[in-house]
């Protein structure tokens, strides 16, 4: 689902810059910047978008000369939170092309489409299992991580096979249609990643998954 070289309509980019902007300063201002390190360790952060950064550059072009890669956003929001991961999503985007050699207009629609189209997937998820799911690690490792991730990253594929038709002269029904069976097993195959190392994670080093809290679904009541 790389949309960084595609040459999108003009109509996009003047929708998607402000909105961007908009969405990365409210998340910045909410960031407690002078606690991150209090939250989980540095390294954590920069590990996560330099992973993220690698799961992007890790593409398969199929029929169409459309190319997918992983997303790792769900990872990133549940190690970071939703606010931090917006921020680290947009680093993630930049370097990505950057080293691809995308178009830098598209990095909006980019961080729109793939970033924050899973992010607020992911986050979304993780409520709705916080409020209405019986507080159980098993609820937070299937139903969040695995599920959520899946979700996110179908999300996410659907809006930007929406924006591959609107920039093509494929119809979005036939763009779902050949690209859809595509999205599941990425879906698949993250929602696997992520659960797993999610998994390792709260298990050795719960402090490391800033949506995780041990009293919730550890200790008993």
């Known amino acids: 689902m790389d949309l960084s070289a595609l040459d999108l309509p ?27 390190g209090e939250c989980f360790p540095t390294r954590v952060w920069h590990g996560g978008i330099a992973t993220a950064v690698v799961l992007w550059s890790m593409q398969a ?29 947009a680093l993630v985007t930049a370097v990505h092309i950057g080293i691809h050699g995308g ?12 970033c ?38 179908a999300s ?11 920039a093509s002269d494929v119809t979005a029904g036939k763009a779902l249609s050949q690209y859809a069976p595509y999205l599941v097993q990425l879906g698949f195959g993250e929602a696997m990643l992520t659960g797993m190392i999610v998994t390792l994670a709260v298990v050795y080093r719960p402090q490391w998954v800033a949506t995780f809290d041990d009293t ?4 008993p009541r």
């Not at 996410?156 to 609107?166: R, S, T």
């Open 61 to 89: 072009t199929v029929s169409g000369n459309f190319t997918f890669h992983l997303l790792g956003m769900a990872g990133l929001t549940l190690t970071l939170g939703a606010r931090l991961a917006m921020i680290s999503a």
């Open 216 to 219: 919730r679904y550890l200790r």
């Open 156 to 166: 996410a594929g659907v809006v930007a096979l929406l924006v591959f038709a609107a």
């Open 10 to 36: 003009d109509g996009l980019f003047a929708a998607t810059w402000p909105l961007a902007l908009i969405l990365l300063f409210w998340n910045a201002r909410r960031v407690a910047w002078a606690r991150l």
């Open 116 to 153: 924050a189209t899973a992010i607020l997937t992911t986050h979304a998820v993780l409520r709705a299992a916080e409020r209405w799911l019986p507080a159980n690690f098993f609820i937070y490792i299937f139903v969040v991580a695995f599920f959520g991730t899946a979700l996110s990253l």
């Open 103 to 114: 178009q830098w207009a598209n990095v909006a629609v980019v961080w729109l489409t793939l």
